[in-house]
């Protein structure tokens, strides 16, 4: 098996229930628990008033389920709400040191290991930077990443952790030439099942998913997906990716590849066309550095604090603004989403600048037909792939995939 065989694939898969079947008491409680700990991590907070509410569960279902849930110390208690009618309404809330998850990015050029809580902050972080990604390589950072976070935590701690999620690129074979590594090199990615490899070499439950999927779901999950439906993902890394969510779920197609964006087609500055990923990614911002002398290496150091590169940076964002414009325009001509985001692994003032950019050439387009959506900077940042890694275990074992929750009946 290789990394090609599908993008979301998890080393412990869910009991295959025959749908026909009726829901026996077991089932149903587990269901709705998630649902609960779901509807309460989207909105922050909830009465079991609002929960009963938005659930369809009757009060007292609610009110059994919270208190095994707050038993299992899953969830604690907010301070109760005064100055309403009635008694104060205490808010349940999702408790953060009740699980946690390592989530695992693997760069063109670095590779980041967090360990996340249950409400999607990080707790311990590791980052590398490499010439080229290579699997032995990356198999060690991971599992020695992990013995060394592990050690930070109390034995206790070590128990709540839901497993590990990696977000990777899929096929890196096939990037050897615009990441500079010799071909046979990167040809050892052909024959790498990383998800078997890393599940070998630790007790946790591991799971794989495609990088720019990883970073929607992030989005999603803990940025702007609470504010819209429907949005187009950018995420703009050494190669550019994204994700398309509809009706407030993942919408990843046939094959697992909706919302690659990368591919799509855009005109550069010659008039010729070009993939949106030979403009829009860090690794042509790397060209162009090196072309002008520049030591490109603190790119790579730390994603949130990179320098002012000067003309060839405005140069970059210029170029980007004006690809991402037409890839906006293509993508709301097929689906009329309610947004554009659009995130990185680059500094919030740098995404600032892009969102700019990209307006600015948007109304330089024939916009005939087209309806622009809001165009929004993402709100999880450079780290929204490996959080959206850590969420995969969170997932798998404690919440409901996002699709069920727009159905909440308020």
Known sequence: ???????????????????????????????????????????????????????????????????????????????????????????????????????????RRSADLVLMDFVGNIRLHLHQIHAYPLPGELVDFIIGGIEKLEQQLSPDERKRIAGIGIATPFELWNWAEEVGAPRDEMNR???????????????????????????????????????????????????????????????????????????????????????????????????????????????????????????????????SGAALAQAVVSAVSIVDFSAVVIDGGFPPWVRARLLTATRKALHELDLQGVTIPELVEGMVGSHARAIGGASLPLFSRYLLDTNVLFKELS
Request: aromatic share 8%; proline share 6%; with cysteine.
């Open 189 to 319: 990615w052909r024959d790498v099942d990383l998800q078997a490899i890393v599940s070998q070499r630790t007790r946790h439950p591991v799971f794989l998913q495609n990088d720019g999927t990883s970073a929607c779901g992030a989005e999603l999950a803990f940025g702007v997906g609470a504010n819209y439906p429907d949005f187009v993902y950018f995420y703009i890394g050494s190669f550019i990716g994204g994700g398309v969510v509809i009706n407030s779920a993942l919408f990843s197609g046939r094959t697992g590849a909706a919302g690659a964006v990368g591919p799509l087609p855009v005109s550069g500055k010659d008039g010729k066309t070009v993939q949106l990923l030979k403009i829009a990614s860090v690794f042509v911002l790397e060209n162009l550095l090196r072309e002008r002398g520049i030591d490109p290496k603190p790119l790579w150091y730390s994603a949130d604090d990179w320098i002012d590169f000067g003309e060839p940076l405005t140069v970059w964002i210029d170029d």
């Open 1 to 107: 098996m290789s990394l090609t065989d599908g993008p979301d694939r998890g080393a412990m898969q869910p009991e295959v229930i025959d749908p026909s079947g009726g829901a026996n008491q077991t089932r149903v409680r587990a269901y709705n628990e998630r649902l609960v700990m779901s509807l309460v991590r989207r909105h922050g907070g909830l009465s079991k008033a609002d929960i009963a509410r938005r659930s369809g569960l009757s009060a007292q279902t609610v009110s059994v389920i919270m208190r095994a849930l707050e038993s299992d110390g899953l969830l604690v208690r907010g301070e109760p709400v005064r100055g309403r009618v009635g008694q104060p309404s205490t808010p349940m809330r999702l408790n953060p040191d009740a699980v946690f998850s390592f989530g695992v990015k693997i760069g």
